[in-house]
């Protein structure tokens, strides 16, 4: 049976592949990022039957969002692994990738209401935490501030987007600026909603952010393509 030329799909090019597969993992990235802060307090609040903060989102390790919490991170790690897109982001985002899953596989130090006194394992644990937290977020307000929105050649004017990487870089910086005071001053845990998760969500939501536009899901902030030019003449 003869197939007509309808039938005959042009071949796929490799590069609009790789193209696209880095999109849906900016994607997924973003995405995961933007609903883990919201989903670990909702989700804690429903399966508690009353409404359960956190002291900070570390602390869904030790709630009924464990898995939530622990798969979440371990897939943005997969995907910052896989990431790819030149030498410079490869790197960074691979080093990102792994510190996400130390974060998920180093459970923080438990928090009085599990303990009031951590065993010596469970506190050196929750040093391997912090300090693996502290690099992921270091790298992910590197890569809004300096690879995302690169210096525009020639001294141009920056695009929209590019101001949206530099507002999420520098309020990863203040959110998690802002958990290291939090920690040296020994604010008060008991508050209805703690500085820590606050500055914790309020980093990962910016880094959801970013990565949702760089994904170019957000279509009003995306890159508009370069105009076809005509073919040249005879």
């Not at 989903?39 to 570390?58: C, E, H, K």
């Not at 943005?76 to 982001?89: P, T």
Request: contains cysteine; hydrophobic residues 50%; glycine residues 10%.
């Amino acid at each position: 049976m003869s197939r007509t030329p309808a039938d005959v799909r042009p071949p796929v090019d490799p590069r609009a592949q790789d193209v696209r597969t880095v999109r849906r993992l900016r994607l997924g990235i973003g995405l995961l990022g933007f609903l883990l802060p919201i989903v670990l307090p909702v989700g804690n609040s429903l399966t508690s039957a009353r409404i359960a903060l956190l002291d900070s989102m570390s602390a869904s390790y030790y709630t009924h969002m464990r898995n939530v919490f622990v798969g979440g991170l371990c897939a943005i790690g997969v995907f910052l692994i896989c990431y790819r897109h030149d030498r410079r982001e490869d790197r960074l985002s691979s080093v990102a990738g792994v510190l996400a899953i130390g974060v998920a596989l180093f459970p923080t130090e438990p928090p009085d209401s599990v303990t009031a006194h951590p065993s010596g394992v469970q506190t050196a644990v929750g040093t391997v935490h912090l300090a693996c937290a502290a690099g992921l977020f270091a790298v992910l307000a590197y890569f809004c501030l300096r690879l995302f929105a690169d210096s525009p050649a020639g001294g141009g004017r920056r695009p929209a987007r590019d101001w949206v990487y530099l507002v999420c870089g520098w309020v990863i910086v203040a959110g998690i600026g802002a958990v290291a005071v939090a920690g040296v001053l020994h604010l008060a845990r008991d508050w209805p909603l703690t500085v820590p998760y606050l500055g914790e969500a309020v980093a990962v939501l910016a880094f959801g952010v970013a990565w949702l536009v760089k994904s170019e899901a957000l279509t009003g902030l995306a890159p508009r393509p370069a105009p076809a030019t005509a073919p040249a003449g005879p």
